[in-house]
């Protein structure tokens, strides 16, 4: 089937704004989330937003949905050394059983 | 108690070796998973367990054997694996099927020799 695609990798420098994308496959998906791995670590869930919204803004992070192109997108404000991680976007599928990941973006953070 | 444990962290066996992982949640969650990640790769789902029940199997071979003995607990036998199942083996929780966020453990770092 297709992939949850995201870019590679992102390099920023610290302070400023970071932004992830994600392109997702189903339609149909009712929840979008971002998770977060740091290395040898587990997921950590830092967002989610449902399909009938546009944008969810929370903290540092803000989320944008656009339907129409099946784009996701992360935004991380004022970027640290800590935001360096993996962020792998993932949407609700299988009628709502099934958690697809994306392929995950390397965030790096430079000084 | 808001997390989810997993044991072993790290778990090195041999192909006729028989281990277990285990996962433990106490935030009342009643959906719980199995994942596998292999390096630099996005997790894939293997089993969903609702309400104690297998509710999703990934076409997962055999040698990997679920088992949710109740509502906060479940575990993977391993049985006869091959190198090429070394990965991460993650958990999960949700309140339930359908919409609810999953929250992940740590993960167990499988080797196979």
């Known amino acids: 089937g297709e992939d949850v695609e995201q870019s590679l990798f992102l390099s920023v420098r610290e302070g400023d704004s970071s932004v992830i994308n994600c392109t997702y496959t189903?339609?149909?998906?009712?929840?979008l989330y971002w998770y977060k791995q740091e290395p040898g670590a587990g997921l950590q869930l830092l967002t989610y937003i449902f399909s009938n919204m546009d944008m969810k803004q929370d903290q540092r992070l803000t989320v944008l949905l656009n339907k129409k192109d099946k784009h996701l997108s992360l935004r991380i404000a004022d970027t640290q050394t800590g935001d360096s991680a993996i962020y792998f976007c993932a949407e609700l599928t299988g009628g709502g059983n099934k958690l697809t990941f994306g392929t995950g973006t390397q965030l790096k953070v430079e000084l | 108690d808001t997390e989810v444990t997993q044991t072993p962290k790290h778990l090195v066996m041999g192909m006729t070796n028989k281990k277990s992982l285990k996962c433990e949640q106490h935030m009342g969650h009643r959906a719980m998973y199995w994942y596998k990640q292999k390096a630099k790769k996005p997790p894939e789902l293997m089993f969903v367990?609702?309400?104690?029940?297998?509710?999703i199997n990934e076409s997962v071979p055999s040698r990997f054997s679920p088992e949710c003995p109740n509502s906060s607990l479940l575990n993977l036998h391993l049985h006869a694996l091959q190198p090429e199942d070394s990965a991460l083996y993650l958990c999960?929780?949700?309140?339930?099927?359908?919409?609810?966020?999953?929250?992940f453990g740590p993960g167990t770092r499988l080797t196979v020799l």
């Open positions: 189903d339609s149909s998906s009712t929840y």
């Open positions: 999960a929780s949700s309140q339930m099927l359908r919409g609810n966020e999953q929250f």
């Open positions: 367990y609702s309400y104690e029940k297998l509710s």
